[in-house]
């Protein structure tokens, strides 16, 4: 079935070290991707996201790659800081339904930064 | 502007006890859904609105019902609390059906059945 998952289930890295977060997706008409922050006790907070017709998208300290032929996506986090400390999520929309798309989650990457 | 609003924060039922879980947007958007987090997990789809009067299933349906009588609510009610549904549960948002534009989430509610 289709699934989002990640490799690694914890990340921890060095303040000001760049930050690499992997998600893998079996669902090849997914078109949107989204990576969620999500701090202990809040909601998902959005990061960033990326379409299917691009393999790149840059925000502020922030890339998403997306590789459709190995149907992987990455987060890429520059000198990563003590406030990045949270799990993160990738999602995908799984648009195989008929009744539009529906956010299929991956299981979370909780990254530490130790000062 | 709010956005995305749950309530209550926090509930604590008793096994068979009933309670609805309250969700409002103010941001006029269409597509309306609820998640279930469980630890270690990530969130899975319990039940989604296309629209006000329109509502089906997701992942995890089983034991929750919903309804969208407005644009804006989006309540999830259980009906029969069991301690299974012991869990964090987020109302999202988004502007299209089709999930190509970002969600929004609530804070959340974290219910405990005992």
């Known amino acids: 079935g289709e699934s989002v998952g990640l490799h690694l289930p914890t990340l921890s890295v060095q303040e000001g070290d760049n930050s690499i977060i992997n998600c893998a997706y079996s669902?090849?008409?997914?078109?949107?991707f989204i990576w969620y922050k999500q701090e202990s006790g809040k909601g998902p907070q959005f990061i960033i996201d990326?379409?299917?017709?691009?393999d790149k998208r840059q925000g502020q300290r922030v890339t998403v790659l997306l590789n459709k032929t190995v149907k992987h996506l990455s987060l890429q986090i520059a000198a990563t800081q003590p406030g990045d400390s949270a799990v993160y999520f990738c999602?995908?929309?799984?648009?195989?339904?008929?009744?539009?798309?529906?956010?299929?989650f991956g299981q979370g990457t909780e990254l530490s930064v130790k000062p | 502007n709010a956005g995305v609003t749950q309530t209550p924060k926090f509930q604590v039922l008793k096994t068979g006890q009933s309670m609805t879980l309250q969700c409002a947007q103010d941001?006029?958007?269409?597509?309306m859904s609820w998640y279930r987090q469980d630890p270690g997990m990530g969130l899975r789809l319990i039940h989604y609105?296309?629209?006000?009067?329109?509502?089906d299933q997701g992942e995890v349906p089983n034991g929750y019902n919903v309804s969208r009588s407005t644009t804006e609510d989006f309540p999830l009610r259980l009906l029969s609390a069991a301690p299974s549904q012991t869990s964090v549960y987020f109302c999202?948002?988004?502007?299209?059906?089709?999930?190509?534009?970002?969600?929004?989430f609530g804070q959340g509610t974290r219910l405990t059945v005992v």
């Open positions: 999602a995908e929309n799984g648009l195989i339904y008929n009744q539009g798309g529906k956010l299929i």
């Open positions: 609105s296309v629209g006000a009067g329109i509502t």
């Open positions: 990326i379409r299917s017709n691009m």
């Open positions: 999202a948002s988004s502007y299209s059906g089709a999930m190509n534009t970002e969600a929004f």
């Open positions: 941001m006029n958007h269409e597509y």
């Open positions: 669902n090849s008409a997914s078109d949107y």
